[in-house]
Structures are given as C-alpha cells and as structure tokens.
T-cell receptor, first 108, second 115 residues
Framework: QKEVEQNSGPLSVPEGAIASLNCTYSDRGSQSFFWYRQYSGKSPELIMFIYSNGDKEDGRFTAQLNKASQYVSLLIRDSQPSDSATYLCAVSDYKLSFGAGTTVTVRA | DTAVSQTPKYLVTQMGNDKSIKCEQNLGHDTMYWYKQDSKKFLKIMFSYNNKELIINETVPNRFSPKSPDKAHLNLHINSLELGDSAVYFC??????????????FGPGTRLTVL
C-alpha cells in the first residue's frame, strides 16, 4: 500500500467552479499535512499546511483534515485558469512523503 | 534573491560518467533535502541533512553520495550514471523538522538526462 494516495486525474473543471482534491495516508502517526502546487516544468510550491482536524481556509483554498479517517482534502473555489497545475499532497512523520499528484485543468 | 538555488539546471551525460549537482539556500534553514522526481512526476526523498548531519538516507544506491560542507549547502555526487538515473532532482530546505517547520522550500530542479 502506498503511503500517500491521491485521487487519480486529470481533473477538468470549468472556470469559476470548485475543484476538489482528495488524499489518504497510511501512517496514523502522521502529524502534519501539506498541499503543494507544481506547474509544468517548475518546482513544487507550498499552498498551505494543516495539522489539526477540521478546515483551514486561505483565500480561495480550503484544506480539510480528518485524522480518524486518515484523509485530507483541498478545495479550490472559483477556479481560475492559473490554477491549472499538478497538486501534490504531502504527509509528514519523520520525513515528508508525497502522493503522485493530481493534475487539474481549469477550462476557460 | 533566490531562496534555494541549484546548479546546473540541465545536465546531459553518458552512461558511466560521474556528475555532481550543487545546492545552496540563503533562508537560514537548518535542514536540507534531495528529492528525485521521475517521469511519472512522483517525488521521492533521497537524503536529508540537519546542520550538516545526515538524518535521512532512503534506499538509494550507494552510487549517490550527498555532502554538506555547511548548513547552507548540500551537494549530490553520482558515480557511474545509469539510464534509470534520468530524472529531475530537487533540492529543498526547511527551518527544522516536525510540524509546520517541515514546510519545505524547493529549488528550481536539475534535469538530468543519461544517454
């Protein structure tokens, strides 16, 4: 079983819609959870991190964490073409383990 | 100012050669990392150093040898390059390890192509 699994993409959403990205992890001892965005040919950049159960909002992005279900998600509201990228879920115990990523395409 | 920089950006070489990639961070972070991202975009940690001390060494062939002369620099030397080493190698740094301090900042990547 992979340590971090993300819903397979690609995910195509119309401009202005909500993009929903899901991630599950296997290690119950994981403490911190991160979402990174990676544009094609570029390096990953942090969108947000979360370490408490519940929701965390930052602008158009909302991360949701449910440690009991070992589940973390990212919602992108009012999706823009500039949100088209691969989104990487990362989970931290003693190291950062990344999922394979979900590619999002926002259609204008 | 570039926070995490890597050189070179592109590296094309023949099988069997030895090559090095250099990384520098000016964020004042204590921890630095090397990651490999393969053609399927899967990002996997290779090594981590905390204040010049090796703290993570994943199952990486011993042809790969990291070196950290000081906490701002982490280099990666690869001996006897193989076709399967072709990938993008990212350097990253974080303030420390654990919790929010795990937030990692990535360099621009080095695209290694082995012919």
């Amino acid at each position: 079983q992979k340590e971090v699994e993300q819903n397979s993409g690609p995910l195509s959403v119309p401009e202005g819609a909500i993009a929903s990205l899901n991630c599950t992890y296997s290690d119950r001892g994981s403490q911190s959870f991160f979402w990174y965005r990676q544009y094609s040919g570029k390096s990953p950049e942090l969108i947000m991190f979360i370490y408490s159960n519940g929701d965390k909002e930052d602008g158009r992005f909302t991360a949701q964490l449910n440690k009991a279900s070992q589940y973390v998600s990212l919602l992108i509201r009012d999706s823009q073409p500039s949100d088209s990228a691969t989104y990487l879920c990362a989970v931290s115990d003693y190291k950062l383990s990344f999922g394979a990523g979900t590619t999002v395409t926002v259609r204008a | 100012d570039t926070a995490v920089s890597q050189t070179p950006k592109y590296l094309v070489t023949q099988m069997g050669n030895d090559k090095s990639i250099k990384c520098e961070q000016n964020l004042g972070h204590d921890t630095m990392y090397w990651y490999k991202q393969d053609s399927k975009k899967f990002l996997k940690i290779m090594f981590s150093y905390n204040n010049k001390e090796l703290i993570i060494n994943e199952t990486v062939p011993n042809r790969f040898s990291p070196k950290s002369p000081d906490k701002a620099h982490l280099n990666l030397h690869i001996n006897s390059l193989e076709l399967g080493d072709s990938a993008v190698y990212f350097c990253a740094s974080s303030q420390a390890t654990g919790g929010a301090m795990d937030t990692q900042y990535f360099g621009p990547g080095t695209r290694l192509t082995v012919l």
